[in-house]
């Protein structure tokens, strides 16, 4: 009885498409802030979260990460107009657990900011706008999209994304490189 065998090649591009789709399968996890927690922004850097969201490029999948101490802190999702005047009643969202994740499950504008009175006065708010292609834009349909949160214990967040969506792409360049190499 003979036995059954695939050519190597067929191996190596299965592995290649396979490294391919996790790279469009998985969002990133963002931590607000990078490497600072969530709370009031300094004096010296008053805009640190309007600087932040402009230097991401959010899209579909994607989360947003706020480490903060429960006792002293939350992030509620408001509308524009509340979001605007710092009105804190009526949020559509409430997350005070200190380690929470805020999943993009929608394009539109999201606008955050902290449930503490005060805190929001004193700029510790972000809004984001994701369009509706998955990427994030610098504006976008002014649509209150509720979020919904899940909320983990301690989550591992990367500080830059860029290095990993780019590693998924380099490896499948380089598995079919060998692939090409070994099926000759």
Known sequence: MGTFRIPRHYFWYGLQF????ESVVYGTIYQ?????AWGIPSESNPNVYSKWSKNHEFKIGDSLFFLYPPSQDSVIQLTEESYNSCNL????????????LFNITEPGEFYLTSGVDGHCQKSQKLHISVSGNGSSTA???AASAPSYPTVFGSIPVQA???PLLKTPILMSAAIGFLATLLAR
């Not at 607000?32 to 600072?36: K, S, T």
């Not at 009643?89 to 929470?100: A, E, Y």
């Open 18 to 21: 396979l490294v391919l789709i």
């Open 139 to 141: 504006s976008g349909p």
């Open 32 to 36: 607000v802030g990078d490497l600072d």
């Open 89 to 100: 009643k009526d949020p559509m969202l409430l997350m005070n657990n200190g380690n929470s």
């Open 160 to 162: 830059s994304p860029a």
